[in-house]
């Protein structure tokens, strides 16, 4: 009997094998895992709870604008105003908290309407860019481009040029960085904020477990994981992906879902904004520099998704932000430069779209 | 009998080009019409308009006699007018129960307020259309990407079926497929047709026309330029039709 020449010719490619498959579709989580593994022996302090805790704490915003993304990526489409939708959120709400304090209104009712005005005025350039998306036939890049800049205007002249928004109540910064449990070693254990004998100055003395930003991040997840993934408005948003023509056939109001999808994303990053006034006690603009929407559209991709649309899933977009969020913080602690990670950045999204286009059917 | 769908002097322009012009024609229940045409004649969009994806200049469209006006792809498909579309209209990246219940999806009540997606109702009815038009596709947790022409052709088949189609309505169903899936197909309308269904089908194949259609309608720039039943013409005549050689005797 005749050798074949090539001897991998007559066995299945190892991308079509089971094992292969199962790398393929969790790379990302493998990936996640061995770079957490190998900053165990690099980092002194990274392998800790406290630290990972902190890095899921510090990652909020990724995780609510990387939620965001991952909805419009489906469509085929993305949201480049993100980043700067976000510091709109936070500088408004914020100078309305700072304006209306000076009326001399109660801290608690200031905080709500800040509140309420930083998540709605999101709204609208969501409405905006999804109405360019879907009726008006702009590109995507180009609807959420021009949001980019509107945003980005507006918010820096609420800020006067390139100041924050200071003179916030000081409770704002207890609330969105305070914990549910604070433990006392050997002396006490509270809920919801530090026992009143120890200071501020000492307060590394605690052991403080569960940010209150965990609760946000549970309930944003799940309740987008449910809509992504059980209801029909998920299913359609895979649809229009997919297929554009066949959900318009279908009878799908394309036009409205696109709508209402760039809002959906608007909205999250309104959301971060106002956790970012929550985190830091100030309105803070974005800057150029910070490239929040680059990085939640890596995030999306190295969890799974396409830029061709009809593909991702939001705790795929989760293990991109972890994978992206533990890099930046593993290579800190391990006294790596800076310009590393962002090397690092570039070359996992080549690798996650090279992925994508071996394993065209993994979702 | 009258017809279950028929349009009088329908017509569509795009810019200067008048796609259909001015075309009566109609299809009875238990009938296949076909219409055959060289590219660009302008069959598929004469489809679109009796689908609701276009709506038309001037003329009307009746459903059982009734003038109605279609808005939109929802308004036909609730009329009971489905259509399978030249390039199928599946979403290759959902499974097949997905697809047959696209738009229209069933969902269940969870914890008293949120609407699920019954994905268990879904392919358990996906699994009774398809195995009563004896199609097999072995699993319908399977996206469409992973399926073969005849049987992405079958799920579009079995999504109108589903859904009580009065008419359907079917653009090159044949083209894209291998010779055994391709009978496999015919033999579907065929059933279709012992249903009381009123099918219109769209061919370049003329052997597909002759195996299936009762009558034929042939279109040469937008316009209805002859009908014929099957059992009084033949293959060449038609062809003779569609590139204007033949003279046409109405
Ligand atoms: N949406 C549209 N916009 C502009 N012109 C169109 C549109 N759809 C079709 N046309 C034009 O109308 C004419 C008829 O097209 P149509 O698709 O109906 O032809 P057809 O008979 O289905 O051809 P084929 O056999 O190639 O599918 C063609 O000249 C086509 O270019
Ligand atoms: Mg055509």
Redesign the interface.
Known sequence: MPRPLMPHDTSTPFVQTNTGKLLGRHWALFFLLGMMVIFAFTGPGFFEVVNFQNIIHLATISILLAVAETFVIITGGIDLSVGFVMGLSSTLAARIMVTLGSTGMGEPLLIVLGTLAGLLVAFIPGFISGTLVARFKVPPFIATLGMWGICNGITLHLCDGFLPIAGLPSVLPRLGNGYLFYIHKGQSFTLFKKPDYIPDERVRELIRLVPFSFILIGAVVLVFW?ILH???FG??T??I???L????????DVDRHLVKIYMLSSFLAGLAGVFNVFQTGIGNYTTFSSMYELFAVAAVVIGGASLLG??GRIVGSMVGVLVLAVLKNGLAISGVQPFVRYIAVGVLLTFAVIIDQLF??L? | MGYIIETRGITKRFGGLTAVDNVSMGVNAGEVVAILGDNGAGKSTLIKMISGVHKPDEGTILLDGKPMKLESPMDALANGIETIYQDLALAENLNVSSNIFLGREKTKRSLGVLNVLDHEYMQKESRSVLDRLEIEIPSLKNTIRTLSGGQRQAVAISRSIYWQAKVLIMDEPTAALGIAEQKKVLDLVKSLKTQGIGIIIISHQMYDVFEVADRIIVMRRGQNVATRMVSETTADEIVGLIVGSETVKR
């Open positions: 449910f059980k209801s029909r299913q359609h895979y649809a992906g997919g297929n023509d066949a959900a318009i056939r279908a009878g799908i009809g593909k065209p059917d979702f």
